[in-house]
């Protein structure tokens, strides 16, 4: 895939010092542009950072996990409480008009082509 590159976040330099887990990601690629399915159980909105800088398409985001009053959690799995993912985007993108939605869990991001990255009809004249 050409349209988007992972980063790592010691690469970029940009991230943050504390660790972070990294959320998978499915990325599907259509004539108008490139759809991000990131799956980040147990993020509320709230607590969701989505940005743009330049060529680079930031996710960062907190979990938060309930624990009933009266309860403590005896055995974690997963004991670090942030998601982190970094991309750099193609110049074929148009940053400008990332759109996201956030439902049950997953993150969905769609970023379209730029105009002059989309397929055009040309037509013939005949003489």
């Known amino acids: 895939m050409t349209a988007v590159n992972t980063q790592t976040q010691a ?3 940009q991230a943050r010092q504390e660790p972070a887990l990294l959320p998978p990601v499915d990325v599907i690629e259509d004539a108008s542009g490139i759809t991000l399915y990131v799956d980040m159980p147990g993020v509320p909105r709230d607590k969701l950072d989505l940005r743009v800088e330049g060529d680079q ?3 960062e985001a907190e979990v938060v996990l309930p624990v009933p009053a ?3 959690a005896t055995h974690a799995e997963v004991t670090l409480s942030r998601y982190r993912r970094l991309f750099t985007l193609s110049k074929e993108l148009d940053a400008d008009k990332v759109g996201a939605e956030l439902a049950q869990g997953v ?4 970023i379209p082509k730029a105009d002059h990255a989309q397929p055009r009809k040309i037509s013939v004249q005949v003489k």
């Open 11 to 13: 690469a970029t330099g």
């Open 57 to 59: 398409l930031a996710i």
């Open 70 to 72: 009266g309860m403590e």
């Open 107 to 110: 993150l969905r991001v769609r």
